[in-house]
């Protein structure tokens, strides 16, 4: 069974930092990595997906690595700001029964402060 | 662009009580999901569908039941409704292929007391 976890379930930074958020799965046998940022009260945002054939995803100040042979991601933020405060969510899909699901870890609350 | 709508925002209901939550994508999405979040326990799946017509289990599905009459609508049953059932329910859409994200809905917030 696919296993997704994110340590640690929470970071407290000063803005400004450069920040490294971990994934890690059990099963490499994945079709991809979606890294997902949620906000209070809201739905979850796509931030960066990572196909299993690629490395990495860059997309602004965020950039995400796939390491499908030692089951891990990161999710690199570059300077990071108050407003990137939030909930982050990895996810790992996989075919299972002939459909294609995502298996999500539990998040990590990340908090920048002025 | 309105992207994965969900109605209602929030319900409490009693328990025994039957709602439907609704939720439309305008994105010509085929796959649809049904999720519910709860503390401590991530995100799980409860049902999903790979086309209009389909439906299929997912992680958590008893006591919930799903219908996709149309491409663009996917809704979720609660039949008779149990404490247990309390949570944040989440619909999500996606492409048939594995470089399209998913996208979510903002949620329904659901009371069972």
């Known amino acids: 069974k696919q296993e997704v976890t994110q340590i640690p379930a929470a970071l407290s930074v000063p803005e400004g930092e450069n920040l490294v958020l971990n994934c890690s799965f059990t099963d490499s046998a994945i079709y991809n990595l979606q890294w997902f940022r949620q906000d209070p009260g809201k739905g979850l945002t796509s931030l960066l997906l990572?196909?299993?054939?690629?490395r990495e995803q860059t997309s602004g100040r965020l950039n995400a690595s796939l390491d499908k042979s030692s089951g891990r991601s990161t999710l690199y933020i570059a300077a990071s700001q108050p407003g990137d405060s939030a909930t982050y969510l990895c996810?790992?899909?996989?075919?299972?029964?002939?459909?294609?699901?995502?298996?999500f870890g539990k998040g990590m609350k990340l908090t920048v402060n002025p | 662009n309105a992207g994965v709508t969900q109605t209602p925002k929030f319900r409490v209901l009693k328990t025994g009580q039957s709602m439907t939550l609704l939720c439309a994508q305008d994105m010509n999405h085929e796959y649809m999901y049904w999720y519910r979040q709860d503390p401590g326990m991530g995100l799980r799946l409860i049902h999903y569908?790979?086309?209009?017509?389909?439906?299929a289990k997912g992680e958590v599905p008893d006591g919930y039941n799903v219908s996709r009459l149309k491409k663009q609508n996917f809704l979720l049953g609660l039949e008779s409704a149990a404490p247990s059932q309390t949570s944040v329910y989440f619909c999500a859409s996606s492409g048939r292929t594995a470089n399209s994200p998913l996208h979510f809905g903002n949620g329904t917030r659901l009371t069972v007391t």
């Open positions: 569908s790979v086309g209009e017509g389909t439906t």
């Open positions: 996810a790992v899909g996989k075919t299972q029964g002939g459909s294609e699901k995502l298996v």
């Open positions: 990572i196909q299993s054939s690629q």
